[in-house]
Each structure stands twice: as C-alpha cells, then as structure tokens.
C-alpha cells in the first residue's frame, strides 16, 4: 500500500494509513500523512455509533478509504467501510464472482463479493445434493465462486449459488425437421414403386409405337386392295 504525501495524490476509493488525531461529537478527524487531516464522520464507523469516544481514542492506528476528495476547499473524507468495487449495475444474473465467506448460518453463507452488499447462498445452492449444514461445505474466510442467479437491487438483495449451471437440455424436438422422417421401408416403397412405375411408362410406349406401325401397315394393306378394285 502507497502512502500519499500530497492531497493530489488522493483517489476515491484509496486505502490508507491512519491516526486518530482529535475526537469530535459528529466524528475524529485523523492524520494521513499529508499535512491535512481526514474526517471520520460518526456514520463511517461501520457500525452504529452514539459516542465517538467509545468507537475511537486519540492516537489509534486505523485503516481508512478515502470517499471524498475536496481539493478547492482541502476538506477529505474518509470512512472505515471498504467502499464497493462492484457497482448494482454490474451485478446482473448469471454473472460470476469470486468472493470470501464473510458469515454461515444454519440457512446458508453469506458472500462478499466486493458489491455494496453481500451476497446470500442459501444452503440448498451451497452444493449438487443434498447439505445437511451449511458449515459441512463452507467456512468463514474461504474463497468461493459464485453465479448471481436473482438480484433486486431496489431492496438490495443479492442471491447467489455455489453450483454449476444446468447444461440446456436437448429436446427431441430441435432435430426434428419440417418434413416427417421416411423409414427404411418407406424409402424402399418409394424406390420400387418409382421404379415399377418407369418400367410400366417404358412397356406403355412400346405398345403404342406397335399398335402406330401396326395401323400404318393396315391402312397400306386396305389402300392397295381400294387402287386394285379400282383398276380392275
């Protein structure tokens, strides 16, 4: 971790070193080693915080981020809370995170996935199968996977699994095409029907050529026998 030495040096979001230099009602303001010092409002504490004094003393070594950077007026303001490196509008389903098991309860663990709040796997997405406990598959600490399967970001609820997504299944229907499939002895009495049919086209032509030639060699005979009782 970098330390800043000027208030240039400031980023939303940096991690720094911190002395609790004077406690206040509404807050502490701390050094951060830039020559100005920090405000810790009584709201930044992570937790709820009637007196100051009881949350902080003078000369206590703190981690803070930085959360808000007035350089016209050199005001900074800090806070004890991570902020969020995941934004709600990248928290979407079906999206993967890897994050640390913050808390396990008898329904489930509950996931830091870097967002403003954690995420819930409940204890029958903890693993394919049956879980009797949720303890039995994770511990507070471990690093895990997620798959963001539900999210409602107006109550600020994030539901996630530890499982693999289900492979697509595969129905009958996807194959079938538009026309119905021909079975083997189908093909095989289209075939010969097709094939008796051009033998019977082939004897058909072959009978009318016989009967034309057979009717010409007729009217030759009848047209001799006209012209012999004629000259006869």
């Known amino acids: 971790m970098t330390q800043p030495t000027t208030l240039s040096d400031l980023k939303v979001g940096m991690?720094?070193?911190a002395t609790v230099k004077a406690i206040e009602l509404y807050g502490a303001f701390v050094d951060i080693g830039i020559g100005n010092d920090a405000l810790l409002h009584i709201s930044q504490f992570g937790k709820p915080v009637k007196n100051v004094e009881d949350a902080a003393k003078v000369g206590d070594?703190?981690?803070?981020y930085v959360i808000k950077v007035d350089a016209e007026?050199?005001?900074i303001a800090v806070s004890l809370v991570k902020p969020a490196t995941v934004t709600w509008e990248d928290v979407n389903e079906g999206v993967m995170f890897t994050g640390q098991v913050i808390r396990v309860e008898s329904y489930g663990a509950f996931v830091d996935i870097g967002a403003e709040r954690p995420g819930m796997v409940h204890i029958s997405e903890l693993a394919d199968g049956f879980v009797r406990n949720a303890s039995d598959v994770v511990k507070v600490g471990d690093s895990v996977t997620a798959r963001v399967l539900k999210v409602n970001k107006k109550k600020k609820q994030i539901d996630l699994s530890l499982k693999a997504p289900e492979e697509p299944r595969v129905r009958v229907a996807d194959f079938?095409?538009?026309?119905?499939?021909?079975?083997?002895?189908?093909?095989a009495f289209q075939k010969a029907t097709t094939?008796?049919?051009d033998a019977s086209a082939k004897n058909a032509?072959?009978?009318a050529q016989r009967a034309k030639r057979q009717q010409r060699e007729d009217n030759e005979e009848i047209f001799e026998r006209t012209l012999k009782n004629h000259r006869g």
């Open 195 to 197: 094939t008796k049919g």
């Open 73 to 75: 007026n050199k005001r």
């Open 15 to 17: 991690q720094l070193n």
């Open 176 to 187: 079938e095409d538009d026309e119905p499939m021909q079975t083997a002895f189908a093909m």
């Open 61 to 64: 070594k703190l981690t803070v």
């Open 205 to 207: 032509a072959k009978h």
